[in-house]
């Protein structure tokens, strides 16, 4: 079956998506991607989406929910490298992807998610809420 | 309205979600040789990603048939989406942006509508639903 890859760096995993994505495909990515986060505890996820020509309402609900499962599982994802033709339609088609954190580029958005796990790491070392014993 | 004669017609047909991209691809070559800008590009090939999966999801399946439609000086495309499913009972609640009758987001009609200079549906309940679009260039 046809599949999008995904990388694993450290606690991150990566995802740039390069077809022309067809829905049961983008359902599939969804739940290995949540598959993924849940077995190797992942706590970021980047999402380039630069060779996407559009983004219309099915695959913006797809992003959305990636998004929002992530957090459940406790991760954040990132959403990097739309094309500006890309943003201009998804606005007047009525998407604003609200809840999904994006980025101009793969850099930008891997320093957001270090920036962002970083810090919840450390708020959870001083708050003493994380100790398992 | 949908106005404007043909100068070159072709049918893709609907059965499946690869069939979707495959609205898309072709819509985007007609796009592409029409010379639209980039942004006219993707605004028409999202419309017909979103009445494409319509024509799937909600339809059962059908075509879409895409001319390149000549209104005086003016150029553009037209796409013509059928489907033999059960139809909109309500048109002007399919229309409303956040209404669905599906899973989905209810962004559908309403979006393609502002993304496409004409926009044009015939239904009738028990019999089907044909939507027609133009962007013109």
């Given at each position: 079956m046809e599949r999008i890859p995904i990388l694993r760096m450290g606690s991150y995993l990566l995802v740039t998506i390069q077809v022309d994505m067809h829905d049961k495909l983008a359902l599939t990515l969804q739940d290995d991607l949540t598959e993924r986060i849940s077995s190797v505890n992942a706590k970021g996820v980047l999402i380039d989406i630069s060779s996407l020509e559009i983004v219309d309402s099915f695959i913006g609900r797809t992003l959305a929910n990636i998004a929002s499962m992530a957090r459940v599982l406790d991760a954040e994802t990132v959403v990097v490298g739309m094309q500006p033709a890309v943003a201009i339609t998804l606005v007047e088609l009525g998407m604003s992807l609200p809840g999904i954190r994006?980025?101009?580029?793969?850099?930008?958005?891997m320093e957001y998610l270090r920036e962002t796990v970083g810090s919840r790491e450390e708020s959870d070392d001083d708050d003493g809420l994380s100790t398992e014993d | 309205m949908t106005t404007g004669s043909a100068l070159k017609t072709e049918t893709v047909p609907i059965a499946n979600s690869s069939d979707v991209v495959v609205v898309r691809q072709r819509v985007r070559a007609w796009a592409l040789e029409l010379k639209l800008s980039l942004v006219d590009q993707t605004k028409i090939v999202t419309a017909a990603s979103e009445l494409g999966r319509n024509t799937l999801e909600h339809g059962g399946g059908g075509h879409m048939e895409m001319s390149l439609v000549e209104n005086g000086v003016k150029r553009g495309i037209r796409l013509r989406f059928t489907d033999h499913g059960p139809g909109i009972p309500d048109l002007?609640?399919?229309?409303k942006d956040g209404y669905t009758s599906g899973g989905g987001l209810g962004l559908g009609l309403g979006g393609s509508k502002r993304l496409m200079h004409e926009f044009e549906i015939?239904?009738?309940?028990g019999s089907g639903t044909t939507i027609t679009v133009v962007r013109w260039k």
């Open positions: 994006t980025a101009l580029n793969v850099e930008s958005g | 002007d609640l399919a229309l015939d239904s009738k309940p």
